[in-house]
């Protein structure tokens, strides 16, 4: 992001390190640009009252035109709730917010111009006084009633928060039930001859929202136990998945056997279970190690993805919660 921070500072624009939001203040009007977590496209917004019905369709006609001309390199634009959301897609290998930046606050503030727009909140949307605040993980344009009111909403729901025991119990309940989905996932993309590493990304996302959801809470604690069941759980489906290549490996030989050679030896062979398959597993990981591996390393890249934004989640929780500041 350091990059982008140094788009951001070149157009005038402050950056909030915490949100990676770029922010500026044009004639009274709050802009903010945000980049998409997946560095391929970017938000610029900003909220404003327009003075009747007839300015606001008068708007929507030319916003509609506006986008018209740029379908390549913007993906939509939304006006509603006084505010409008302009999302374009990077062009080209280095990803450069600058040019759409510019073209979106000169296209603003030429329809401002034109329609008479006033900066409004970006909560209730009247035209009254506005600051650019940072609420936990958002940065609006608020009236001073509704800062109140967010800052109010804000504190009563982190006390809750905090005065809600960990039912670590339930947690754990909630982290098998995830993880096994994940792993379900794991053994029928297996099955079906597909190795997906999204299947093991699965298994600890839905293994640490489980245990969220169900604990009701989300703790250093919490953290480390969903993510080493979900590892745990991954490994069993894995175990699972690989007992069923060598239930269908053995039996394919059992049937040749039976077919062509137990005539001259010492008779047909019982066909074994999918346990007795499981008690085989080792033996063949062992013989076959390579393969092993390289069938279920792509589901362990594809847990420590989830583990990382799983972590990378809940330090960016804490450091948000109870954030209530005044940008500009």
Same mark, same amino acid.
């Given at each position: 992001?350091?990059?982008?921070?140094?788009?951001?500072?070149?157009?005038?624009?402050?950056?909030?390190?915490?949100?990676?939001?770029?922010?500026?203040?044009?004639?009274?009007?709050?802009?903010?640009? =945000?980049?998409?977590?997946?560095?391929?496209?970017?938000?610029?917004?900003?909220?404003?009252?327009?003075?009747?019905?007839?300015?606001?369709? $008068?708007?929507?006609?030319? &916003?509609?035109?506006?986008?018209?001309?740029?379908?390549?390199? #913007?993906?939509?634009?939304? $006006?509603?709730?006084?505010?409008?959301?302009?999302?374009?897609?990077?062009?080209?290998?280095?990803?450069?917010?600058?040019?759409?930046?510019? +073209?979106?606050?000169?296209?603003?503030? %030429?329809?401002?111009?034109?329609?008479?727009?006033?900066?409004?909140?970006? =909560? =209730?949307?009247?035209?009254?006084?506005?600051?650019?605040?940072?609420? +936990?993980?958002? /940065?609006?344009?608020?009236?001073?009633? =509704?800062?109140?009111?967010?800052?109010?909403? /804000?504190?009563?729901?982190?006390?809750?928060?905090?005065?809600?025991?960990?039912?670590?119990?339930?947690? /754990?309940?909630?982290?098998?039930?995830?993880? &096994?989905?994940?792993?379900? #996932?794991?053994?029928?993309?297996?099955?079906?001859?597909?190795?997906?590493?999204?299947?093991?990304?699965?298994?600890?996302?839905?293994?640490?929202?489980?245990?969220?959801?169900?604990?009701?809470?989300?703790?250093? *604690?919490?953290?480390?136990?969903?993510?080493?069941?979900?590892?745990?759980?991954?490994?069993?489906?894995?175990?699972?998945?690989?007992? #069923?290549?060598?239930?269908?490996? +053995?039996?394919? %030989?059992?049937?040749?056997?039976?077919? %062509?050679?137990?005539?001259? &030896?010492?008779?047909?062979?019982? %066909? #074994?279970?999918?346990?007795?398959?499981?008690? &085989?597993?080792?033996?063949?990981?062992?013989?076959?190690?390579?393969?092993?591996?390289?069938?279920?390393?792509?589901?362990?890249?594809?847990?420590?993805?989830?583990?990382?934004?799983? /972590?990378?989640?809940?330090?960016?929780? *804490?450091?948000? *919660?109870?954030?209530?500041?005044?940008?500009?």
């Amino acid at each position: 992001m350091a990059n982008f921070q140094q788009q951001f500072e070149a157009m005038g624009y402050k950056y909030d390190k915490l949100t990676s939001v770029g922010y500026n203040n044009v004639n009274g009007f709050y802009f903010t640009v =945000c980049v998409a977590p997946d560095g391929k496209q970017y938000t610029v917004s900003v909220s404003f009252a327009l003075p009747d019905a007839n300015a606001a369709g $008068y708007f929507n006609q030319a &916003l509609g035109q506006f986008l018209a001309e740029r379908k390549k390199t #913007i993906i939509s634009g939304v $006006y509603a709730n006084n505010r409008l959301d302009l999302c374009y897609k990077f062009k080209g290998l280095a990803p450069d917010v600058t040019e759409g930046v510019k +073209e979106a606050t000169d296209a603003c503030m %030429y329809f401002f111009n034109q329609f008479r727009a006033v900066p409004a909140c970006s =909560c =209730c949307g009247r035209p009254n006084g506005t600051s650019l605040y940072a609420m +936990e993980k958002n /940065i609006s344009a608020l009236c001073s009633e =509704c800062f109140v009111s967010e800052r109010s909403r /804000i504190s009563t729901k982190n006390r809750d928060i905090d005065e809600t025991k960990e039912n670590v119990p339930l947690g /754990i309940v909630g982290s098998v039930l995830g993880a &096994l989905v994940g792993a379900v #996932i794991w053994v029928l993309m297996s099955v079906l001859g597909r190795i997906v590493w999204a299947a093991g990304l699965a298994s600890g996302v839905l293994s640490f929202f489980g245990y969220k959801r169900f604990a009701k809470k989300m703790t250093r *604690k919490g953290l480390i136990i969903s993510l080493v069941l979900g590892f745990v759980i991954l490994l069993a489906g894995m175990y699972c998945a690989f007992a #069923i290549d060598v239930y269908n490996a +053995e039996n394919d %030989y059992l049937t040749e056997y039976n077919t %062509y050679f137990s005539d001259y &030896l010492d008779g047909p062979r019982e %066909y #074994i279970s999918y346990f007795d398959a499981l008690a &085989l597993v080792p033996e063949y990981f062992v013989y076959d190690v390579g393969t092993a591996i390289y069938n279920n390393i792509f589901g362990i890249i594809g847990y420590v993805v989830a583990a990382v934004g799983c /972590i990378a989640t809940t330090m960016f929780d *804490k450091k948000t *919660k109870n954030r209530i500041e005044r940008l500009m």
